[in-house]
Every structure is written in C-alpha cells, then in structure tokens.
Nanobody, 124 residues
Framework: QVHLVESGGGLVQAGGSLRLSCAAS????????MGWFRQAPGKEREFVAA????????YYADSVKGRFTISRDNSMNTVHLQMASLKPEDTAVYYC?????????????????WGQGTQVTVSS
C-alpha cells in the first residue's frame, strides 16, 4: 500500500506561485508513475500533470503547460508541483495520485492510490 499526503496548498494572488508537495509512504515509490489532478466545485476531477518513475517523462494538461512543473525526488519519496503564473481558474482541490504504468496518465482511471487533497485558491 502507498499512502499519499499532499501539502503546500493555500491562498495566493493571481500571477503568484505556489509549490505543492506529495509525500509517499512506501518503499517502492520509484516504481510508480505519479500524477496531479484537481477538482473544482461542481466539476469533474481533471488531469494536471504526471511524471514517470524515473522522472524523465512528464505530461501536462494544455491548461497548465508553461506554467506548472512536476518533479519528483525518489530519494525522499516526494513529488512536487511548482505552480507559477497562477490564475483564478486554477482554484481547486489538488490531489496527488499514483499508478503503475505511464499509459493512460491523463485520466483518473488506473491510479491506484490517492491523497486527501490540498486546497489551492487563487484570488484576483
């Protein structure tokens, strides 16, 4: 079992930056593809970014390309989401998730483990 705990959420002004972190409890962290999803009130959970086990492959939703950067530190069992140039539409609960393969990373389906989420609110 892999337990995921997100942190770093909060209230930021539009145009600002925020760094989310996800700590994983497990000894096979590097074997998992890690992803970030977000869900706004009344909306479906949507893909934000994903990163392969070694950290060499990254994927981003079109809405965040050029603004968000996903990274991981396997020695620390952590994955991060550096968010820059934040917009009010980025406001959502952000979830960290883990899956076994890189295929299908853009959908919540196939992710085996999920964190509890961290709230990100971007004000105008």
């Amino acid at each position: 079992q892999v337990h995921l705990v997100e942190s770093g959420g909060g209230l930021v002004q539009a145009g600002g930056s925020l760094r989310l972190s996800c700590a994983a409890s497990g000894r096979t962290f590097s074997s998992y593809v890690m992803g970030w999803f977000r869900q706004a009130p009344g909306k479906e959970r949507e893909f934000v970014a994903a990163i392969g086990g070694s950290g060499t492959l990254t994927y981003y939703a079109d809405s965040v390309k050029g603004r968000f950067t996903i990274s991981r530190d396997n020695s620390m069992n952590t994955v991060h989401l550096q968010m820059a140039s934040l917009k009010p539409e980025d406001t959502a609960v952000y979830y960290c998730a883990a899956r076994r393969t890189i295929l299908g990373v853009h959908t919540p389906r196939g992710y085996d483990y999920w964190g509890q989420g961290t709230q990100v609110t971007v004000s105008s």
